[in-house]
């Protein structure tokens, strides 16, 4: 039924398409691309061709090639990130919702903490404290967005609580650990499906910022925020080594957000 | 007298931002094996809470059992720890809740929550639980139950979900099963179908009913003996005989009075419905004397001073009124 109107929803299906294409890219990026850190000293700053379908850089690294390999940094760090969010955002929203009072209150004021800072400005300081690698930048925005995942976990469960199954769970001589498990988590499915989806664009801007303030994966990684980093000195030279990593981007952002919006309008029962 | 539930002098309070509210105070009543007891009252005089009191599963905060014994089987279920209460419920006391639409959760099968509950107590295999399970909901009458036990809640309508939740709270034989209204949400006809199947049931695993309702009709047609509850405390508690003929407690009374009879339409000229004068005190502040004399039709000066003593009218009939002593 839900399936029905998800696949009935427009622009949700862009989304998708442009998620899975995305997908198949990072995949296949041995077979489309070649080395994205050959350097050709020959072919510096070449102009979209035939042979280089996105230029060069003034390395005469092909952008193309870095492109598609972008697309596997960018998958990789924002699939994980908001893994780590939400295995830790749903933890701590379900005990704080569930158990309520002083745990609920020192659990969320925390949350609260976290979230008063501006999300980039505090995966930076974290990136800061812990050097530029791939796998922090995971840790960095993981711990960024647990709030936000915690926050909507928090708020299921506070009604779901409330419902006769829980009670009868109880009744039945079921433990708070089992009742959450089997009968709160399940039912909040659908908000975190909804809130990873966007998360995840967020995740893929935001590694992408990182990238270009020098805080992300380490020179040469072919990530997207690094090309647009390298590519700032020559935006007038050569603005096609801004132009495609740029469009990339913005591409999966959006396809992300589409597909996130088409979830929530098939998912969330208010909007119905 | 083998008694399996003794509720000896039960308080449960509610403690608030606007002060105490006294729920349960101070009821005492019993149930014997394989018995099933009514317990009526309106809304709000605590039959509920009495019932999740037995069973600890009071919301604390604000409500805290403060004193009394619950003994099942001579066991005070006030003093285990909640690891043992954990085991009883559901083993040997089940509930059966008002709501068989919220009672079930949506995301699962039946399957699933039947199976669920045998494996919360029993050691058993995936195959006999399931063989257990479709028995019991042959037994509640579900039609085709190899086929519905795959069904999700919202599959079933309202009587068969309310046969589920029987089937479930059945499942492990209990010795006693606390019904909280259980066909209140239910229309008339599957009312007395539901029912039939409980009590065809309990009688034969010989459970005890707690059986929770304002349905006077219903206790009358199936319970042995009844408790009327009021404002927290039992006004009077006798045979099912000794109540409908012989009720001595003007609450009992006019419970009784306020009940529609279908034949008050034809042949005399209608009447209106007889009602209670007056609301149930707020349990946050309730009178010095008698919890009902301000609703009391004829009272006496000293139910105002002093709460009145429980007598016996009758072996086993017993009140909580000053007229008449």
């Not at chain 1, 390298?230 to 096609?240: E, G, K, Q, S, Y």
Request: contains cysteine; glycine residues 8%; aromatic residues 8%.
């Amino acid at each position: 039924m839900a399936w029905r109107r998800l696949f009935e929803h427009r622009l949700g299906m862009i989304g998708l398409v442009v998620i899975l294409g995305n997908i198949l890219l990072a995949i296949l990026a041995p077979w489309i691309a070649s080395d994205p850190l050959k350097v050709d000293v020959a072919n510096r700053e070449a102009f979209p061709s035939r042979e280089f379908f996105f230029g060069t850089d003034e390395y005469g690294r092909d952008i193309f090639s870095r492109v598609i390999y972008g697309t596997r940094i960018s998958l990789y760090i924002s699939l994980l990130s908001v893994a780590v969010a939400s295995i830790f955002g749903v933890a701590i929203g379900a005990v704080a919702g569930y158990y309520g009072g002083l745990t609920d209150n020192i659990l969320m004021r925390f949350m609260d903490a976290i979230m008063s800072f501006p999300a980039i400005l505090l995966a930076i300081g974290i990136m800061a404290v812990l050097g530029g690698h791939l796998f922090n930048v995971v840790i960095a925005l993981g711990f960024v967005y647990i709030p936000r995942f915690a926050r909507i976990i928090r708020g299921s469960v506070l009604s779901l609580k409330e419902k006769g199954f829980v009670e009868a769970s109880l009744a039945m001589g079921n433990s708070d650990l089992i009742i959450i498990w089997r009968h709160i988590l399940p039912n909040c499915t659908a908000p975190l499906i909804v809130q990873a989806t966007v998360s995840l664009a967020y995740a893929i801007l935001a590694e992408a910022s990182l990238s270009f303030l020098g805080l992300g994966a380490p020179p040469p990684a072919p990530s997207w925020g690094n090309i647009l980093s390298d590519a700032r000195n020559f935006m007038l030279d050569a603005p096609w080594m801004t132009v495609f990593p740029g469009i990339a981007i913005t591409l999966a952002v959006l396809g992300f957000n589409l597909f996130g919006d088409a979830l929530r309008d098939v998912l969330d029962p208010r909007l119905k | 007298m083998d008694k399996v539930l003794d509720i000896r002098d039960l308080k449960t309070f509610f403690y608030t931002r606007d002060g105490v509210a006294k729920a349960v105070n101070g009821v005492s009543l019993f149930l014997k094996r394989g018995e099933i007891l009514g317990l009526v009252g309106e809304s709000g005089c605590g039959k509920s809470v009495t019932a999740l009191s037995i069973l600890r599963l009071v919301p604390d905060p604000p409500g805290k059992i403060v004193s009394g014994q619950i003994l099942l089987d001579g066991m005070d279920l006030l003093q285990l720890p909640l690891k043992q209460i954990r085991q009883i419920r559901g083993d040997r006391i089940s509930m059966i809740f008002q709501e068989p639409m919220i009672s079930l959760n949506p995301a699962f099968t039946i399957k699933d929550q039947l199976l669920e509950a045998l494996f919360t107590h029993r050691e058993i295999g995936r195959a006999e639980a399931q063989a257990r399970a479709i028995a019991m909901l042959r037994l509640v009458e579900i039609p085709e139950p190899e086929k519905r036990i795959n069904d999700y809640p919202h599959q079933l309508s309202g009587g068969m979900r309310q046969r589920v939740m029987i089937a479930e709270a059945l499942l492990l034989k209990p010795e006693l099963i606390l019904a909280d209204e259980p066909t209140t949400a239910l229309d008339v006809t599957i009312q007395a179908q539901v029912l039939d199947i409980l009590y065809k049931l309990t009688q034969e695993i010989g459970a005890a009913i707690l059986l929770i309702t304002h349905n006077l009709g219903l206790v009358a047609e199936s319970a042995q003996r009844v408790v009327v509850m009021y404002a927290g405390q039992v006004v009077e508690e006798g045979p099912v005989a000794a109540i409908f003929q012989n009720a001595r407690h003007p609450y009992t009374q006019g419970l009784l009075r306020s009940v529609p009879l279908p034949g008050q339409r034809r042949g005399q000229q209608r009447q209106t419905l007889y009602e209670i004068k007056g609301i149930v005190p707020s349990l946050f502040d309730l009178p010095p004397g008698c919890a009902f004399y301000p609703r009391c039709p004829s009272p006496k000066t000293l139910c105002a001073a002093e709460e009145p003593r429980q007598v016996a009218i009758s072996p086993g009939h017993y009140v909580s009124c000053w007229r008449g002593q």
